[in-house]
């Protein structure tokens, strides 16, 4: 399978176009059915691939650092009596289980940002249905914040997944059905059967659309209402954005390496280690300082790199079991810019790089391989950089100096952005997950806030797993990813689903929990995925034949 | 697949015995090796088939109806140095994919209403653990509102699923770890990764069971501790239990018939139709006339008749792809028996008798088949029986009189107990989640509660899918049974699973949803079940043979 690429820039789009004027931009998906990223089909009635994933959510992350003053974001479609088609069928009947279930993920977390853009950067994302608007197109609908149907005999939304292809709406689509917008159940049952989907005012009396408009007056009542939601934001209309420009990344056999993070990969172990380098030196003095490095501000230049190595594993190494994280550089510099970032979260710029991190956090905690950290001498996890120790499976914390090794003793430290700054999906911050069941374990930890901890107050304060001096580190550490690296990557993937999101649960949580596993579930069921399944019959006019037994 | 018999009595236990003895009862899981429901595996080390779940769910019933006077029940072992080894794997190695679901369903449930005993009928569970306890074993034990581990070389906790078998500990394990106990997470991944488990002072700083004694003070800490929490129970001392005596019931080749229930088999249309017959007299005047009827009342004899309906379907009739539920009967009647409950709600035996149709009623809303009722002429869907309408994933219901037909026009009613009395596992009642977007209809049907409802009515404030006439009935109930039979069973059990449970996520929604959702994923893998799987290798010597593949 060809190395998939995550970079991409408006300049190279071939599905989209973003059109932005004042504090309105629209965004038009008018894929390019030529431009699959596999072989083998096309992107027939504006469908999806990865490809056109990737651009997009491109265009979400831009619109955000680049465009301050874009306030609402119309998405609409560049095609005639077609909004969106939804995920290509042909792909999807092609793809190995693995890549169906990575882009099921990347596809909702990109969903997932466009609701972030708009409730916390309060850029609201206007949904202008003209056309069919199906499936896949109908969930992208749902991601946004209101959705406006055009008023015809064509214009409709559906979720035909059920009937057509015995498949899921996986895409968060039962659950924004039943969640989000809050359909009656037994609407929602009657919507998911309908291979024809449901148009004009039934559509609004069954809270699937907010409005319905007639096409001659479409535009009009679309642009109306993008301009009373850019009213109410607090985006300034006079900033200057940040551009985002290509990353700093060299790519060889074994290793993945750019400014500041490397990746390298020890295939024969199957462990993929990331390495975090501090910061070099001290944050600028105030937000201008912050608007001259433009992405080079280095937390900034830190998350796109992070995201990026993430997702080459994700897709590009999946027999990696385990993703260590180790970090190298001082603590008290992390610090600093943590205090840095807090003191300005207010500036809508430092606003979107918390954003931005959280959202990196998430894609950590996500990622379906073990996480590991390794606060080793000379390392840095601090702050924000100690989100990783709480995001990990388990975190192993080296005490003392070790013997031959000239580095600094480990040293681990909390900041401000430790205790709201990052909430997972679960609504909780990784110390509130991790402390569930002893709550005054938080209030102890927010006590030492700033403080460089050593190995045993760290695991007093119960903030890391594992407290080893050098004559067992190495045994101890060794043993651990060799067990993980034997276990069944299945039965890894499922445990650490569950045992990562204690605590309540949201939209998010159910999207990437209930909906997510049940869709993984049916895209190995042989009514779906099998020769005689409706996936691979799809199109060929000959109907699915299913084992008729209800599990 | 020879048909599986839900009812048992003590006399015929082969794996449990009840001790009753004043206010605590011992209940002694003592498993038969050569007892297994199916051939090919023997039951060593008190592990368990379908066969010792079914009993042990007769016990937990039983101990609630029969034994009013017990208010602390220990769960312990038979065995020397074994508690529980969990589900049998060579059971689980050989069963079909539909079983193991199937299976892991019910024990979900049988474990479920230990806690509801704990919690709702003060009939406490507490798990006397000396020996080894692994896997299912110590789910049996979370199930228990407390733990009480012996302090010896040989007793432990353990969930070595993953390790061993390359599957969860799916029977709420991963969940009550994390959400019930509030297992520290990093903590509950290494417990989760340890074949060995964990004993002692460690067990308890890790929060896996709520104490230790020394072998040698066990019996008396445990005594003491039962002594302590039936302290604090409200169950009478000095009442009468109900008996249960056996059902009548009459299964031929496509039917089978109780004396308040009758399930009609249609197998070629794959449509099992549960008939449910009304009250054919008046409440008793008071709880004196409910204690002489016994289990004879009513309400009662009708949920463990539906009860028993359901998991016949459930276990012996997979095809089916719908169950519709009709009822004949007054609805004036079934109002009748709803006030006399809710007026004496405060009663044991009548808050044994409401929990038990919660209970029913979460095993309507947990069956993976379309659930449709049909709200006909001469159907008495009031109340109780109204929550069937707010079940089904939809309701159809028949407007005025139909031609030639002679039964009363169709009516439903609402009454008290739909506003409270039967939460679904989201916490919520049914029409709670019914109208999570309208949460002002609920006042709407409030007002209403008590009225005897036509279809327009009924439709009007939204509590029926839909209101046709007998020129549509037949036609559009028709092409929906037959669509619903057509389309994928596994599109539909997942979609189903997604659309019922709007609304907030508990610990009961999390193990049928995120953990069970996993759990058949994994139950599909072949890392799991594939002839090199671990599932398959269990106990050969040889190492399962694992796609390294991270999904």
């Given at each position: ?61 831009r ?41 099921c ?43 406006i ?14 009937p ?19 359909v ?28 319905v408009?007639?096409a ?10 993008a ?22 990344k ?47 501000f ?7 790199e ?91 914390m ?11 003793e ?10 709201g ?17 002893e ?14 901890l ?38 890894l ?11 309540p ?47």
């Amino acid at each position: 399978m060809k190395r998939i690429d995550f970079q991409t820039s408006p300049e190279r789009y071939r599905h989209w176009r973003i059109e932005p004027q004042g504090d309105v931009a629209r965004v038009i998906m008018d894929v390019d059915e030529t431009g699959g990223l596999f072989d083998g089909y096309e992107l027939k009635l504006n469908s999806y691939d990865l490809g056109v994933d990737i651009e997009l959510a491109d265009v979400i992350q831009r619109l955000r650092f680049e465009h301050p003053e874009v306030k609402t974001v119309i998405m609409a479609s560049g095609k005639d009596k077609v909004f969106c088609a939804g995920a290509n069928i042909r792909m999807l009947g092609e793809a190995a289980h693995s890549h169906k279930v990575n882009f099921c993920k990347f596809t909702n977390e990109t969903r997932n940002s466009i609701e972030d853009a708009t409730v916390n950067s309060h850029q609201t994302w206007l949904c202008a249905v003209s056309g069919a608007c199906a499936g896949g197109g109908y969930e992208l609908a749902l991601a946004c914040d209101e959705i406006i149907l055009t008023d015809d005999g064509t214009s409709t939304v559906a979720l035909p997944e059920v009937p057509l292809l015995a498949v899921l709406p996986g895409t968060g689509g039962l659950t924004r059905v039943t969640d989000k917008r809050k359909v009656r159940r037994d609407r929602a049952d009657i919507f998911c059967s309908l291979e024809e989907g449901i148009r004009g005012k039934k559509a609004v009396d069954w809270r699937l659309v907010d409005a319905v408009a007639p096409a001659s007056k479409f535009d009009e009542v679309v642009a109306g209402r993008a301009k009373e939601i850019a009213a109410r934001s607090d985006r300034p209309s006079d900033a200057k954005g940040v551009k985002l420009t290509p990353l700093d990344k060299t790519i060889t056999d074994d290793a993945i390496s750019y400014s500041g993070v490397s990746v390298e990969l020890d295939r024969a172990a199957r462990i993929a280690t990331i390495t975090i380098k501090g910061p070099d030196g001290s944050p600028p003095a105030d937000m201008a300082g912050v608007e001259a490095q433009g992405d080079q501000f280095w937390p900034l230049k830190l998350a796109r790199e992070l995201d990026d190595a993430l997702l080459e594993i994700r897709f590009n190494e999946m027999e990696m079991a385990v993703i260590q994280f180790k970090s190298a550089g001082d603590p008290a510099a992390v610090l600093a810019f943590d205090e840095f970032m807090q003191a300005n979260d207010s500036h809508w710029l430092m606003r979107e790089i918390l954003l931005y991190w959280r959202r990196v956090l998430k894609r950590v905690d996500l990622t379906s391989r073990t996480i590991a950290t390794m606060a080793e001498p000379g390392s840095c996890f601090a702050g924000t950089l100690a989100e990783l120790l709480f995001a990990a499976d388990r975190c192993y914390m080296a005490d003392g100096q070790f013997e031959g090794d000239n580095r600094p003793e480990a040293r681990i430290a909390l900041s401000g952005l430790n205790f709201g700054a990052y909430p997972m999906s679960n609504g909780l911050t990784r110390l509130e997950t991790r402390f569930l069941g002893e709550p005054e374990a938080i209030d102890a930890a927010k006590e030492r806030a700033g403080e460089m901890l050593d190995a045993e107050e760290a695991d007093e304060l119960g903030l890391v797993s594992f407290a080893y001096d050098d004559i067992d580190w190495e045994d101890e550490v060794r043993i651990f990813l060799e067990e993980r690296a034997s276990f069944s990557p299945d039965a890894l993937t499922a445990m650490e689903a569950n045992l990562r999101f204690a605590g309540p649960e949201t939209m998010e949580t159910r999207i990437f929990g209930r909906l997510t596993a049940w869709q993984n579930w049916v895209f190995q069921r042989p009514n779906a995925v099998g020769a005689d399944g409706a996936l691979q019959r799809y199109g060929t006019g000959k109907r699915a034949d299913f084992n008729m037994e209800r599990v």
